[in-house]
């Protein structure tokens, strides 16, 4: 008897520990599923009927149960019905622009809760949610945010600091104290973009015209290097055969020395390229 119970402890035992090994080989995405969110949702934007379905739940419910007011809206979480109705279709919420009342009122705020708690902010303004309230201060409000002419300084650092971040005006505030995310924002977009642009197009439009008159220089510099008497045999033979036909004709009347030279015509040629930005096609490398 008693060596039948040390067979069933081991068995038991060994039992525990294959389950415990498949417990530590369990994938990591598996251990993370277990442990996250249960329900997520991956829809896209919200259509008019989930809008609809929403407002009828909130209604019914009288907005406080969020989970079963997601429960009326398929595929759409508890936390996205919410921001949807606080953000976009709660008809109190206020759109428009702040006004002189609302900056004071916020500004006494902060003062008060901080710049942390602004859902708490948002409840002594109605019509306006924690966001708003934040952007207004950080954007417009802060009396630390700069409002002076960008210095060269300050537009070399957004330029190097937007080439590791790209769009993440955030971050980049970081790096610029006392400007504002969307002043950032505003003017890398409206001014610092366009100018980075056009230096990029002027300068690729120098180096093709620079180019091109090194071509004609080199062709010129040809040209001059050419030994003066190279055709000068068939040169003679169509003298010869001239005054052979019309003994009457003297050798200067036979060669036109007011003509221009091939190395003048593309000096002239080379000139107007560099003035005209313009190189004929007959010119061009092939």
């Given at each position: 008897?008693?060596?039948?119970?040390?067979?069933?402890?081991?068995?038991?035992?060994?039992?525990?520990?294959?389950?415990?090994?498949?417990?530590?080989?369990?994938?990591?995405?598996?251990?993370?599923?277990?442990?996250?969110?249960?329900?997520?949702?991956?829809?896209?934007?919200?259509?008019?009927?989930?809008?609809?379905?929403?407002?009828?739940?909130?209604?019914?419910?009288?907005?406080?149960?969020?989970?079963?007011?997601?429960?009326?809206?398929?595929?759409?979480?508890?936390?996205?019905?919410?921001?949807?109705w606080q953000k976009v279709l709660n008809p109190d919420l206020v759109?428009?622009?702040?006004?002189?009342?609302?900056?004071?009122?916020?500004?006494?705020?902060?003062?008060?809760?901080?710049?942390?708690?602004?859902?708490?902010?948002?409840?002594?303004?109605?019509?306006?949610?924690?966001?708003?309230?934040?952007?207004?201060?950080?954007?417009?409000?802060?009396?630390?945010?700069?409002?002076?002419?960008?210095?060269?300084?300050?537009?070399?650092?957004?330029?190097?600091?937007?080439?590791?971040?790209?769009?993440?005006?955030?971050?980049?505030?970081?790096?610029?104290?006392?400007?504002?995310?969307?002043?950032?924002?505003?003017?890398?977009?409206?001014?610092?973009?366009?100018k980075i642009d056009s230096n990029a197009s002027a300068s690729t439009?120098?180096?093709?015209?620079?180019?091109?008159?090194?071509?004609?220089?080199?062709?010129?510099?040809?040209?001059?290097?050419?030994?003066?008497?190279?055709?000068?045999?068939?040169?003679?033979?169509?003298?010869?055969?001239?005054?052979?036909?019309?003994?009457?004709?003297?050798?200067?009347?036979?060669?036109?020395?007011?003509?221009?030279?091939?190395?003048?015509?593309?000096?002239?040629?080379?000139?107007?390229?560099?003035?005209?930005?313009?190189?004929?096609?007959?010119?061009?490398?092939?």
């Open positions: 008897m008693e060596h039948d119970k040390d067979l069933n402890l081991a068995s038991s035992s060994s039992e525990h520990e294959s389950n415990s090994g498949l417990e530590t080989q369990r994938p990591a995405s598996i251990q993370r599923r277990m442990t996250g969110p249960t329900r997520r949702s991956t829809k896209g934007g919200w259509t008019e009927k989930e809008d609809k379905l929403l407002i009828a739940a909130v209604k019914k419910y009288n907005g406080k149960s969020w989970k079963k007011i997601a429960a009326c809206v398929t595929g759409r979480t508890d936390v996205q019905c919410l921001h949807r759109k428009g622009p702040w006004s002189e009342q609302e900056d004071n009122q916020l500004s006494e705020l902060v003062k008060i809760n901080g710049k942390k708690n602004w859902s708490q902010v948002a409840k002594s303004l109605p019509g306006r949610i924690g966001k708003q309230c934040r952007e207004r201060w950080y954007n417009h409000l802060n009396p630390d945010i700069k409002k002076t002419p960008w210095t060269k300084e300050e537009e070399s650092t957004l330029i190097k600091t937007h080439k590791v971040y790209g769009n993440s005006w955030a971050e980049i505030a970081k790096f610029l104290h006392g400007r504002s995310e969307n002043s950032i924002k505003n003017h890398w977009n409206c001014s610092l973009k366009k439009s120098t180096q093709s015209l620079d180019s091109k008159t090194d071509y004609l220089d080199d062709v010129h510099n040809d040209l001059l290097a050419t030994p003066k008497n190279t055709n000068i045999h068939a040169q003679n033979t169509s003298i010869s055969n001239s005054l052979c036909n019309n003994p009457s004709n003297s050798i200067e009347e036979t060669h036109d020395t007011s003509s221009p030279s091939l190395g003048e015509i593309l000096s002239a040629l080379k000139t107007s390229a560099r003035k005209c930005k313009y190189i004929p096609s007959i010119l061009r490398r092939t």
